[in-house]
């Protein structure tokens, strides 16, 4: 198990060391972000219906588990699935910085980046499931996402790193 574990950390710092240069990146980094949560099943039972194979190719992540029409009107939430007590959902993409799009703008979210891309990671959780978005987290984080420089609006994510 110890040497799996390095080699799974080895690859994701080999991972987060690739540049990000342009949106079409992303797919890439979210297929191997999505094999990463995958990992997490055995100890998160939310995850028991996640599947990394549906992520592949895709520009985001979302998953709903043990989850029900939202009752809220207003606010990125009345546009998500809310979860039951044991539920969750969550939400992960890699876009342009300058994108306006409402999913991208929630100011209840610290700013992530990696590399040139922006990346959103939204989560609701039931009060009697297991706490994963600090384990979600942390898989973003070894794949390279920080904390954000300041850039010039541009238009354009194909921006070098620097």
Known sequence: MQRISAAILALAAALAAAPIRAASDAPRLLADIARDIAAL???FPQLAHFDPKVYAGATSISYSFHT???????????GVPAPDDDGMWFYIDMH???STAQIHTQPMTAPLCLGALRVSF???EGARTRPLSAEISRILQQH?????R?????????REIA
């Open 122 to 124: 939204l989560i609701q």
């Open 150 to 158: 300041k850039h010039r609006p541009s238009g354009r994510v194909a």
């Open 41 to 43: 099943k055995r100890t």
């Open 68 to 78: 029900h029409e939202p009752a809220r009107s207003g606010g990125w939430t009345s």
């Open 96 to 98: 342009d910085p300058d």
């Open 144 to 148: 390279g996402a920080g904390g954000c």
